[in-house]
Structures are given as C-alpha cells and as structure tokens.
C-alpha cells in the first residue's frame, strides 16, 4: 500500500508537486469547502502549533493560513516584521532551527526565494510559501480551484494574464498553467516579459502536458478567444518607486470593457488574486489619481464589478486550498499516492 506522497513535505513552489498531486489538492480542498459549507467538522491538525512569518504586509493570506488553522485545530502564531529578528539580528537559518523545534509547520511571505528554501533546510518541518518575489504558489491552487469550480475543467481553457509580466502571479500561473494543461498567455511589453529561465522551465511542462504558451505584447493576439482574463498589480510590494514608469508601460493593458470585447468570447471570467486598484477608494488610489490623473489602474471599476468578475469566489478560495496544502502536508491523514 502506498501512502501519501504529501506528508512531511514543504509547498515553496509550484514544481515541488507534480501535476497529479496538484490536481489531487485542488480537489482536496473543493471537498474541505464543502465540508465546512455543510458544518461538518474536520479538525485533522488537532493539537499542532503553526508559525505564520510576515515580512510582508497581507490581508488574504493572513487571513486564510489563520482561519484554516483554527478550522484544522491547529494554534497559529502571527510573527510579523517587527515581531521576531529574522534576516535582522538572527539568520534565517538559526531562525528555522529554532521555529523548527517549537512549530509543527511554518508560514512564510517575504522578498526572497532563498530565505524560504533556506527555512525549509534548516526547520524540518513543511514550510509553505505564503509569497516571495519570485512565486506565489498558494495563490495558484484557489486560482485553478476557482477555474475548475467554473468550467468544470482545466485540460484545454486558455488563460491570459495582462499586465506586469514578470511578478510572482505572471510566473506562477505561467508554470502552474504548463504543469496543469491550462494554455497560458503572458500579454505584456517585452520589457516585463517573464525571465528566459522561466519561460524554459514552464515551456519544459507544457512540452509535457501539451499547454500552448505564448508571450506577446500584441493585447488583441493575445486575448482573442481566451476563457479567463487575469491581471494583478502593476507595481508589487517592494517596488512603489515603480509606479510612473509602470503606468506609461502599462496603460495599455489595462483590464476594461474594450479589452473584455477584444477577447471575443461572451463567456469569458476575470480573475485578480488582489488587492487591485480599481477606485480612489485607498490612500494609494488617491495619490495616483492626483499624482497621474489615473483614477483606475490595471482593471476598471466597471470590469472589476460586473457579474463576469470571480475576484472573491477566488479569496475565498484561499482558505480551501491553504487549509488542503496544511492538511495534506502536516495532517495523520491516508491519501492515496497520486
Ligand atoms: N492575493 C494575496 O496574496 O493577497 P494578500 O496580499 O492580501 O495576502
Ligand atoms: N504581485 C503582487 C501580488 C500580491 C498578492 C505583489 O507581490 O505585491
């Protein structure tokens, strides 16, 4: 009998699973959304202490590693920025000794890859990447999760991702859209295409999986006839020095009414993994409207609210996969080899 391939295991990116194993929890957590829809209780971490590290700030991601602690049974411990010395007075590898001897599992969101692979290394227990500058691979099954609950399916849909082409989200679906069979398309200036190394990594699982991946800087190419339009962000956490040079690049991929006709398909889903400015509703909003006179960034408030927008289906589906990722990785549960 072969038991699971998850136990014990860290999610730091979306190659550490394969396709099947991905499939496997976004299925997973389609069963722990009904679970906790009917009030069924599934407390499989009982007991379990989890360390939730922010460097930086996070509404879904915070939010959705603590409820699904708590639905679980699981303790989780907010340490944030200012909270612990991580990378300031202590490394991150004495910091995973010692997390690692006190936490059964640990959150991470920061700047970089390393410092996630290296909390993996040195703590010994599953470390799950709540987001770096490179992958957000927690994002990438409520993604796919929301996508399957809407079609019914993957194999053969066609998602574009408009906008900044060379964030976490754009490398992340990129790759998980290779792994999974879904065809994706990076529409953005060449200058924020995706890295070549990336690109080689994806393009070796969509030789695999037979998903057809294409980066173009034409919009109208690159929408015309897709199922899903995603965008996110122009300018990421760490780069708010970006936001002149994001918008020139950028105006023209912004997600609206014209851009949602271009795609020629009536059927057609936006997704946004959030937050967006689409209103003058934050701080942020404000400045750039008195700033550039842009009152809405990469989608508008019309897209953003008419009935073809899943944003929040999509966060909501955060705390589903987030708790199937915990569950599978740290839970004393029989799961099939997949
Ligand atoms: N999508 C996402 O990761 O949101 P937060 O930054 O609010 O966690
Ligand atoms: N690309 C965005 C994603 C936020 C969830 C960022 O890194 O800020």
């Known amino acids: 009998m072969e038991y699971s391939t998850f136990q014990?295991?860290?999610?730091?990116?979306?190659?550490?699973?394969?396709?099947?194993?991905?499939?496997?929890?976004?299925?997973f957590a389609a069963h722990l959304k009904a679970l906790k829809q009917k009030g069924?209780?599934?407390?499989?971490?009982?007991?379990?202490?989890?360390?939730?590290?922010?460097?930086?700030t996070s509404t879904r991601t915070r939010a959705?590693?603590?409820?699904?602690?708590?639905?679980?049974?699981?303790?989780?411990?907010?340490?944030?920025?200012g909270d612990i010395q991580l990378g300031k007075k202590e490394s991150v590898e004495?910091?995973?000794?010692?997390?690692g001897r006190m936490f059964d599992g640990i959150e991470y969101r920061g700047f970089s890859q390393e410092a996630v692979e290296d909390l993996a290394l040195y703590s010994g227990v599953p470390v799950w990447n709540g987001l770096t500058d490179r992958w957000h691979p927690t994002q990438m099954l409520?993604?796919?999760?929301?996508?399957?609950?809407?079609?019914?399916?993957?194999?053969?849909?066609?998602?574009?991702?408009?906008g900044d082409g060379r964030n976490n989200v754009a490398n992340s679906l990129l790759v998980t859209g290779a792994i999974l069979g879904v065809n994706v398309h990076?529409?953005?200036?060449e200058a924020l295409f995706p890295e070549g190394e990336i690109v080689a990594l994806a393009q070796a699982y969509a030789d695999k999986s037979?998903?057809?991946?294409?980066?173009?800087?034409?919009?109208?190419?690159?929408?015309?006839?897709?199922?899903?339009?995603y965008t996110d962000v122009w300018v990421s956490m760490g780069e708010e020095d970006k936001f002149a040079e994001r918008i020139e690049?950028?105006?023209?991929?912004?997600?609206?009414?014209?851009?949602?006709?271009?795609?020629?398909?009536?059927?057609?889903?936006f997704l946004h993994c959030l937050p967006a400015f689409h209103d003058q509703e934050t701080t942020y909003g404000k400045k750039i409207a008195a700033d550039f006179g842009l009152t809405e960034m990469e989608v508008t408030d019309e897209v953003f609210r008419a009935p073809l927008a899943k944003q929040f289906q999509q966060a909501e589906n955060r705390l589903h996969t987030i708790k199937a990722v915990m569950a599978a990785t740290l839970g004393n549960l029989f799961i099939p080899r997949v």
């Open 8 to 27: 014990g295991k860290s999610f730091l990116k979306e190659v550490d699973f394969s396709k099947e194993e991905l499939m496997y929890l976004i299925d």
């Open 40 to 56: 069924i209780p599934h407390a499989y971490l009982q007991g379990k202490n989890i360390a939730l590290l922010f460097e930086k």
């Open 64 to 81: 959705a590693f603590t409820v699904a602690c708590n639905d679980l049974g699981a303790h989780p411990e907010f340490l944030g920025a």
């Open 94 to 99: 004495d910091t995973a000794k010692v997390l």
């Open 142 to 162: 409520a993604d796919f999760l929301t996508i399957k609950e809407h079609f019914g399916k993957l194999t053969g849909l066609t998602l574009a991702y408009v």
């Open 186 to 189: 990076i529409v953005a200036p």
């Open 210 to 229: 037979g998903a057809e991946l294409l980066l173009t800087g034409d919009v109208k190419a690159g929408v015309k006839g897709v199922d899903i339009l």
């Open 249 to 269: 690049q950028l105006l023209p991929y912004q997600v609206n009414m014209e851009l949602i006709s271009a795609t020629e398909n009536t059927e057609v889903i």
